[in-house]
């Protein structure tokens, strides 16, 4: 049996995404939740991340619209505005998967851990924030903004004008040991939602909460490391990775060696903001230390996906799998 760390993509939190009412994302989650204890059931150690950006959006914009009605309700800082998607979403987590387990007659704990991950106060990111988040503005409202708040704000599209943050990498986890011990006595833990809320550590080791956004895949891969999983799974809406996506010569990809997949970056295969952040996590992890393996697949396939009927492997040879124990053993 095998550690395994689950990403979830956007897909597993909001089936529809122009519903984002919680009775929508509640039932949505129910419907994760069976892909999830699907591998509970045969015996895994199953940590979830999870993905927050539809949740933090609405979150952040709820906020800005009451503010422009009445001065007096202040907008919410952006970290604790990450945090308090990793509670809304991690609450429904919690309950689908618990309810699932107490259909099958599973006795584990499962709880949210509202995770922070350290980030490096020069990141390059900060330089150039690139991650847009909250409403849509006036190029008017947009300079007003710049003007009383200092918020960086760049136009989108020809949508309007959106507020941009940084994307730095993820450094550390503050609650690493605390995600450990969870798991180690046997329960299932959901961490690191959204990427976690970033932080930088002071001089005096105190943490500061800063407006930045790191990418989910990312920060679910540091989790991975961290706990020394077999096995770091992102689930998204598609069944593998492709490359030529959406031409005519279309290929599917069932295994790919670490040095195959940073080619196929490389050649520009993976669209920025959908696959490619997937690619690079995956690589990251199965490059980080002897006989680790990442899946990509899609979140109905889980179960098959870790016994290589599905989903696309990325390893670090192509002779890993010939050396991998059976996971089913």
Not at 96 to 121: C, L, P, Y
Not at 302 to 313: E, M, N
């Amino acid at each position: 049996m095998a550690r395994i760390v689950v990403a979830l993509g956007g897909n597993a939190l909001q089936e529809n995404p122009k519903d984002t009412s919680a009775e929508a994302q509640l039932n949505t989650a129910h419907s994760t939740a069976k892909a999830i204890v699907d591998l509970i059931e045969d015996g895994h150690e199953v940590i979830i991340s999870h993905g927050n950006g539809p949740q933090v959006g609405q979150i952040i914009a709820t906020y800005e619209t009451a503010n422009s009605v009445n001065k007096n309700i202040p907008v919410m800082p952006f970290p604790e505005c990450g945090a308090f998607s990793q509670g809304y979403i991690g609450y429904h987590l919690q309950q689908a998967i618990r309810d699932e387990m107490v259909k099958r007659g599973i006795n584990k704990d499962v709880a949210s851990v509202v995770t922070q991950v350290i980030v490096d106060k020069d990141d390059p990111g900060f330089k150039n924030p690139t991650k847009p988040v909250g409403s849509f503005f006036t190029e008017e409202q947009a300079k007003k903004l710049i003007a009383e708040k200092g918020y960086v704000m760049k136009e989108d599209a020809g949508r309007g004008w959106r507020r941009v943050v940084a994307s730095p990498m993820p450094k550390a986890i503050v609650e690493e040991e605390l995600i450990k011990t969870i798991v180690d006595a046997g329960h299932i833990v959901i961490a690191a939602g959204g990427g976690g809320v970033p932080v930088i550590e002071k001089e005096d080791g105190s943490l500061k909460g800063v407006p930045a956004v790191i990418d989910k895949d990312l920060a679910s891969e540091k989790l991975a490391e961290i706990l020394n999983a077999d096995i770091f799974l992102i689930l998204t809406a598609v069944e593998q990775v492709a490359i030529n996506f959406n031409k005519p010569n279309q290929k599917n990809l069932s295994q790919l060696t670490t040095d195959e997949a940073k080619r196929y970056i490389e050649e520009g295969h993976f669209a920025e903001g959908s696959m490619l952040p997937k690619v690079k996590a995956a690589t990251m992890f199965a490059e980080s230390k002897p006989y680790r393996k990442a899946i990509i697949a899609s979140l109905g396939k889980a179960k098959l996906a870790v016994t290589g009927q599905s989903g696309t492997s990325i390893v670090y040879s192509s002779i890993y799998d010939k050396k991998l124990v059976d996971l089913k053993a």
